[in-house]
């Protein structure tokens, strides 16, 4: 290969990849005479785009499993393409590559009826984001409630807000159940999921808006008192809050419940 001697490393670099991820024929042209005369570079290119467009459209399959179970590999194929072309990563690292799919496959041509899409996307990127968190040695949040008891949180955990039931209607991607997929990808509305890494992998729970404001106030540094404050603007009363609260976040898997520590007593001089 012969270039210009004017034209440095970091400038040759840049030709060579903006032809690597150019999509139409003018833009896969290199100069001939840098080749030798041999073949026009676009033709010695070819297995070196195909290589590199393969690697990122497999990096984003493992992130978004979801949505390539639902839409199929090869139309997966085509999203990913058209989402690398447009944002190529920035690091050789590829297990943090592809934050901003979820956006660009919302209104993508033929996903017309699958107005979930983006979200569902989303959802995936959440738990692929959690399966790479670093545990945190000291566990998560850590309040101390009413009655003397304790509740320390799992980490990592979050939580994750959806205008489609994309919670259920993942399980049922993976689990290929085609009625729950149905279902599932029904009206929209206003859901609320928990989602949380454990010695199973990364767990997904759907909760009530009350359990969602309290849990969210917990992760956001609040105590005990004011993340019941937070749950009583769900606009539900005292006791569907209590209700909630006992049957969606003290059994899940997220959070251990003990005794409030007691103060110790110093003794007098």
């Not at 909760?207 to 969602?212: C, V």
Request: with cysteine; hydrophobic share 45%; charged share 20%.
């Amino acid at each position: 290969m012969t270039v210009p001697s004017e034209l440095s490393l970091g400038a040759l670099q840049a030709r060579i990849a903006t032809a690597l991820m150019a999509a139409e024929p003018a833009g896969q042209r290199l100069p001939p005479d840098w080749f030798g005369g041999a073949r026009e570079g676009s033709i010695g290119l070819r297995v070196h785009r195909n290589t590199v467009l393969s690697a990122l459209s497999h990096a984003l399959r493992l992130s978004y499993v979801a949505v390539d179970r639902l839409v199929g590999e090869d139309f997966f194929d085509r999203m990913a393409v058209g989402y690398a072309r447009s944002a190529p990563p920035a690091a050789p690292q590829l297990d943090d590559y592809g934050e901003g799919f979820a956006e660009f496959v919302a209104g993508f041509p033929g996903t017309e009826k699958l107005p979930y899409l983006s979200e569902l996307a989303r959802l995936d990127w959440q738990i692929a984001e959690l399966s790479r968190a670093s545990d945190d040695a000291d566990g998560g949040a850590c309040i101390e409630m009413a009655g003397g008891v304790r509740l320390q949180f799992a980490a990592p955990l979050r939580t994750y807000r959806s205008t489609y039931a994309v919670g259920a209607l993942r399980a049922a991607i993976l689990e290929e159940d085609l009625k729950e997929i149905e279902r599932a990808g029904g009206a929209p509305g206003e859901y609320h999921h928990a989602l949380w890494r454990s010695a199973s992998g990364v767990n997904v729970r759907s909760l009530s808006e009350s359990s969602a404001r309290f849990l969210a106030a917990v992760l956001a540094g609040a105590d005990g008192a004011a993340a019941l404050s937070a749950a009583a603007g769900a606009q539900q009363s005292a006791e569907q809050i209590a209700s909630a609260l006992a049957s969606e976040i003290l059994p899940a898997g997220f959070v251990s419940i003990g005794k409030a520590r007691v103060p110790e007593r110093s003794e007098p001089n």
